[in-house]
């Protein structure tokens, strides 16, 4: 199974390393983007392996797709399990997960199941939440959660150009669902 991406994502620029900021840097252009386009949310994702090969990508579709589960970080699991040809994203090599923000309470609990051994995060829950949107419940101490099951996390890796997307998209008046 594949989540069609808009046809834009091809235009995007790809990374030209793997280190954090330059691919965050690719998330948050994907982020940008799709607030231009009008085809979602001010979310997107990208799934690199530990070589530096893209497995999966994934921008906001909740609203283009009518489906509630389409997150960015959603999309790009399943994008990269499609390319992977397994539900263990960690099978042959480490993945990392760039996420434009930090994930909302569904996202956090799909993550740890992907076989991701690495989170990476823009903008922060508190950044999400001040323009509207609702990202559940989760628990306050997370991170150590996700550490005791073998997962990294790297917050705030370029947040402030994160929250301009984020505001950018509050400006435009962007559909705030299940706010």
């Not at 609203?63 to 589960?69: D, I």
């Amino acid at each position: 199974m594949t989540v069609a991406l808009p046809s834009w994502v091809a235009d995007i620029a790809l990374p030209t390393s793997h280190g954090d900021d330059d691919v965050m840097r690719y998330v948050i252009d994907l982020a940008r983007a799709n607030v231009e386009h009008g085809t979602g949310g001010p979310f997107a994702c990208a799934i690199v392996s530990d070589a530096g090969e893209i497995l999966g990508v994934g921008v906001n579709l909740v609203e283009q797709e009518r489906c509630c589960v389409f997150h960015a970080e959603v999309v790009a699991i399943i994008n990269a399990s499609e390319h992977m040809q397994s539900w263990d994203l960690s099978a042959e090599h480490g993945a990392t997960l760039y996420t434009s923000a930090e994930p909302c309470a569904m996202c956090m609990g799909a993550i740890p199941w992907s076989g991701v051994h690495r989170v990476v995060i823009a903008a922060r829950d508190e950044d999400v939440r001040v323009i509207g949107f609702d990202e559940g419940a989760k628990p306050s101490d997370w991170i150590s959660v996700y550490q005791r099951r073998g997962i990294s996390v790297r917050r705030d890796v370029l947040r402030e150009e994160s929250i301009a997307v984020l505001r950018e998209y509050a400006t435009r008046g962007g559909l705030l669902y299940n706010a």
